[in-house]
């Protein structure tokens, strides 16, 4: 239930509160001047036998102290009354105030529930773009490898444009200490789609001859064959220069 319907209901049901509560207050009021009223004549009396005593004959004493008594027990039943309508009118203010805490209560509950199905579905849904994203990678590697291999088999000179520059065998000592010190800008002259995934130690995106990682673990998984120092692909398992290194410590 929305927070405007709990407010609604919730007004609906306090609208005739404050006419009960005059009512009662008016009730209250009105038995608190009746009081007073018997109270003045309980004194009157009062003074008259007390003023009066030594003239006054039996029957008109007992006349005296009956209206006295009467009077006091008019003024016990109007206190009676006034007390009733006290607790009436606490019970009806309480009601309404256990009203809205339970809808307070109920209003927390309706949120929590809603927070929690909105945190399941961005979950859901930040899992959903992962797995898409993942598939869109991994497709445009097998593309850009298709298109590796039947350049290789065309032997064209516009083919042989597109591959890399390999490096010279005295440009560079070993793959781990020379990888961070060759740039894509050296090797591609190709436009580059903004968009498009980038991959390799040098985060630039697929071109000419890639080899993968064997590590299934690694975070980057394809390398351009410059950038690791290759100008062939290495026969059996091939692992890139922060795996091998791993290897070697473990």
């Known amino acids: 239930m929305a927070a405007g319907m709990y407010l609604e209901h919730y007004l609906d049901s306090i609208e005739n509160l404050p006419f009960e509560l005059q009512r009662n207050f008016n009730l209250m009021r009105d038995l608190d001047q009746r009081t007073e009223d018997l109270k003045g004549q309980i004194d009157s009396l009062a003074k008259d036998y007390t003023s009066n005593a030594r003239t006054l004959s039996s029957e008109q004493k ?14 016990k039943e109007f206190g009676d009354d006034k007390v009733q309508l006290a607790m009436q009118t606490y019970e009806m203010v309480d009601k309404h105030i256990r009203r809205l805490d339970t ?32 598939g ?15 350049s290789d088999e065309d032997g064209s000179p516009k083919s042989a444009q597109k591959k890399v520059k390999l490096l010279q065998p005295g440009e560079f000592t070993a793959p781990a200490a020379n990888f961070g010190n060759v740039h894509p800008s050296d090797v591609l002259d190709m436009p580059v789609d ?16 890639m080899i993968g990682c064997d590590n299934t673990d690694c975070s980057i998984e394809w390398f351009h064959f410059a950038c690791v120092g290759l ?8 692992y890139c220069p922060r795996c091998s290194q791993d290897r070697k410590r473990k």
């Open 103 to 134: 809808d307070l209560a109920r209003f927390e509950a309706d949120l929590k529930e809603k927070q929690i199905e909105s945190t399941d579905y961005d979950s859901t849904s930040s899992k959903g773009k992962k797995c898409e994203s993942r």
């Open 231 to 238: 100008t062939t692909k290495p026969r059996g398992k091939w």
């Open 194 to 209: 903004p968009n498009e995934p980038t991959y390799c130690l040098c985060h630039q995106v697929s071109y000419g001859e």
């Open 136 to 150: 869109l990678k991994e497709k445009k590697v097998a593309k850009t490898r298709s298109k590796v291999k039947s």
């Open 62 to 75: 007992l006349t005296i102290l009956r209206q006295i008594q009467q009077s006091y027990s008019k003024s």
